[in-house]
């Protein structure tokens, strides 16, 4: 779950509702899209160093944004160059 929410925000900052809704609907026949697991995911990439979030506020709502760090990007990069 990790490297996939790496790889999405690579193509896009997104909100951790955005990266549910994502996975949902494009991938859910290869992995959960429920909020735990993908609350789960954000905390220990935010947690190792590999996003970031920005939190904002629309109304009376909280949005946090999350982004891809350099030390993500270069995580990301590896894993994808395994065999």
């Keep these: 779950?990790?490297?996939?929410?790496?790889?999405l925000l690579i193509l896009s900052p997104m909100t951790g509702y955005d990266l549910q809704q994502f996975i949902k609907q494009n991938l859910s026949l290869i992995c959960s899209h429920s909020a735990g697991s993908v609350q789960t995911a954000l905390n220990k990439l935010e947690r190792d160093g590999r996003i970031t979030a920005a939190e904002t506020r629309e109304?009376?709502?909280?949005k946090k944004t999350f982004s891809i760090t350099e030390t993500?990007?270069?995580a990301f990069q590896g894993w994808v160059a395994q065999p």
């Design 1 to 7: 779950m990790e490297y996939l929410i790496l790889g």
């Design 59 to 62: 109304g009376n709502r909280r």
């Design 72 to 74: 993500g990007r270069a």
